[in-house]
């Protein structure tokens, strides 16, 4: 306990009980704008075949924003992240209907006797719902300090990549291609797939894309290395004084999930996976 708050559990299930979910999820869809919510391809195992990028958002940004109200110097501005009170609570979801009107995700307390969990989720709802109509001020949206505070890509920096640690690493080299993965050439063709994108970017800027690790700023790099048109992988690219560092590379799919807990991907390599 905080003050006089008492710390929220971070994860949307075990904080409260959520009825329908998979039905929750397609009524958000449907009343915000416009936006794919799955890939073309399946690439990850869940029972969730229709909105499995919108599901894995709103656990993220659940777990933000309680993160953010425990966190929180003081009650007043924790109250700005997640509101919580006597017999209600919600959050802003980040995301707006198509009159432009933020979606909130609203919690009255649990009255279910065989469930553990203190809240009972009822609905996502616009914010001229009358169920917020007692909550003043309403929660903001998420807020991502690091856009704000980091750097824009510049690509004339020079990239240094830890081929090394990229190759020698199980799960980062199961993402690269698995006709090349055991290729003579490889760190040399992965050198040369980012130095390639590098160069794109100075025409095309929009191509890189930010993501959040750690409370910093990351930025995103599509690399090809079997089609010149299609990237394979993107390279995750620390900013360092002077130069980027990049460490990690992931599926196309998994730097578009990183990419949408921001903000929705308009880069093509990213928009072009999805439905």
Not at 156 to 169: M, Y
Request: charged content about 25%; some cysteine; aromatic content about 12%.
């Amino acid at each position: 306990m905080q003050g006089d708050r008492i710390m929220l559990i971070t994860d949307l299930f075990n904080f409260a009980y959520v009825p329908d979910w998979y039905g929750q999820l397609e009524g958000l869809k449907d009343m915000a704008l416009t936006e794919s919510w799955q890939f073309k391809r399946n690439v990850y195992d869940t029972k969730n075949t229709d909105t499995p990028i919108l599901e894995r958002y709103i656990h993220i940004v659940f777990r933000k924003q309680s993160i953010d109200y425990n966190t929180a110097e003081n009650a007043e501005t924790a109250d700005t992240y997640f509101h919580i009170e006597n017999e209600c609570a919600c959050f802003h979801t980040g995301l707006y209907t198509k009159r432009y009107k933020g979606i909130y995700a609203y919690f009255t307390r649990n009255k279910n006797q065989e469930s553990m969990r203190d809240w009972y989720f009822q609905c996502f709802c616009d914010e001229l719902s009358p169920k917020l109509k007692y909550i003043e001020p309403l929660p903001k949206k998420p807020n991502y300090q690091m856009m704000y505070t980091g750097t824009n890509f510049n690509p004339e920096w020079s990239i240094r990549i830890n081929v090394e640690h990229i190759l020698g690493d199980e799960e980062n080299l199961e993402r690269i291609p698995s006709k090349i993965r055991k290729a003579k050439n490889l760190p040399l063709l992965l050198e040369t797939g980012v130095e390639l994108a590098r160069r794109k970017a100075i025409v095309e800027p929009g191509i890189i894309v930010p993501q959040g690790y750690q409370g910093k700023i990351q930025f995103l790099i599509p690399v090809c290395l079997t089609n010149m048109k299609k990237p394979d992988l993107a390279m995750t690219l620390s900013v360092m004084d002077g130069y980027y560092l990049g460490n990690t590379c992931l599926t196309p799919e998994m730097a578009y999930l990183n990419a949408r807990i921001f903000s929705r991907p308009v880069a093509p390599w990213l928009t072009d996976l999805v439905k």
